[in-house]
């Protein structure tokens, strides 16, 4: 079977093997791909790996070959995965790879907000230490963890694993799922509906996926709601926030900061309003990029290639679609 990856640069940048791969076709990696080159591309391939190139109903139509889809990524909002099934294409995603990874730049992105290391350090080479007149000095207030309430929106593996990281700073912690599963073994945890979580938590961290009915999420209304001075991190999906909403939160004081892995629009427009707005820590989605996270991914497609291969595909998003 001829396998295409479509965008496969940011998964092996040239640290890592596609061999776990190759073993199972006839292999293309592209680095990256664009416009009319996805179907010229993708059009001779049965299997489509793709990381971020966007695979819509037309663009499908288009592939008349196509039997199977493999997202390089947990979230698999890039593919019509509705218009797969209508053509009777399983998608799978790589569910669970990334976990640790995002669960710790989710709580850097929150050190990083309280604590300014990166800041400070900056201040000092630039001087500012030489020049104090005390032994130490800092910038803004310094804010600990410990008693704080963490408000998790999406209670799935990296949510779990963020609860349990703000749990072991001292946090209390809330979240907000649909269908509230079991609860974790936490000193203090609850399920709350997300207009409670909103209004009590001091730090509110988005996991969930970009679905059609979460768009803007959080919203100037949303944000209305929050307590003054809350943070909002958001290592999910970009367009969950509303980005100018955000920024006026961010410039009038009603937010006290936000710390972002991703943005509505990757790469981001120069003209980004939050390139400007105070305490706003931006990463340019990297949380999940650790090498072992990037093996695990790797390691798990290959493992979604072989099952479907085999006719029992597995991790497939649009199973109940098909
Ligand atoms: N910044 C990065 O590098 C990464 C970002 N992500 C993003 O984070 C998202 C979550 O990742 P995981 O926790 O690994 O996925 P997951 O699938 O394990 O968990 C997602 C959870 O969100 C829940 N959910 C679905 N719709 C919801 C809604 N409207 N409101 C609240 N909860 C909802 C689901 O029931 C599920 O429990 C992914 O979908 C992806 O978009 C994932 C990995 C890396
Ligand atoms: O792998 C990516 O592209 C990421 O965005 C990080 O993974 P995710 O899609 O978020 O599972």
Not at 18 to 37: F, N, P, S, Y
Not at 50 to 70: C, D, G
Not at 122 to 127: E, H, I, P, R, W
Request: aromatic share 6%.
């Amino acid at each position: 079977m001829r396998i295409t990856v479509l965008d496969g640069y940011t998964l092996n940048p040239g640290d890592l093997s596609w061999a776990e791969i190759e073993k199972l076709g006839e292999v293309t990696v592209h680095d990256r791909t664009h416009g009319q080159d996805i179907v010229k591309r993708g059009g001779q391939a049965q299997i489509l790996l793709t990381n971020k190139v966007r695979l819509t109903a037309e663009t499908l139509a288009m592939l008349p070959q196509l039997r199977f889809i493999s997202v390089l990524a947990t979230g698999y909002d890039v593919v019509d995965i509705a218009a797969a099934a209508a053509r009777g294409i399983p998608v799978s995603n790589a569910p669970g790879y990334g976990v640790e990874a995002v669960a710790q730049h989710t709580m850097a992105l929150l050190l990083e907000l309280c604590r300014k290391t990166a800041r400070h350090d900056t201040l000092v080479k630039q001087g500012a230490w030489s020049q104090a007149p005390d032994w130490c000095f800092w910038e803004g207030t310094q804010q600990q963890l410990t008693g704080k309430t963490m408000g998790i929106v999406g209670f799935g593996n990296s949510g779990r694993r963020v609860a349990v990281l703000a749990d072991a700073f001292g946090m209390d912690v809330i979240a907000y799922a649909p269908r509230p599963k079991e609860a974790p073994a936490l000193r203090n945890f609850r399920f709350a509906p997300l207009e409670e979580l909103t209004a009590q938590a001091d730090v509110i961290s988005l996991h969930c996926p970009l679905t059609a009915d979460n768009r803007h999420l959080i919203n100037a209304q949303r944000i209305a709601s929050m307590k003054d001075g809350a943070l909002l991190l958001n290592t999910a999906r970009g367009p969950l926030v509303d980005e100018t909403a955000l920024a006026q939160a961010l410039v009038s004081g009603k937010l006290g900061g936000a710390g972002l892995d991703v943005l509505e629009t990757e790469p981001p427009l120069p003209d980004n309003p939050l390139f400007r707005a105070p305490n706003c820590l931006i990463t340019p989605h990297i949380a999940w990029a650790t090498q072992t996270a990037r093996q695990s991914l790797m390691s798990i497609t290959a493992r979604n290639i072989e099952m479907f291969k085999h006719g029992t595909p597995q991790n497939v998003v649009n199973a109940h679609m098909l």
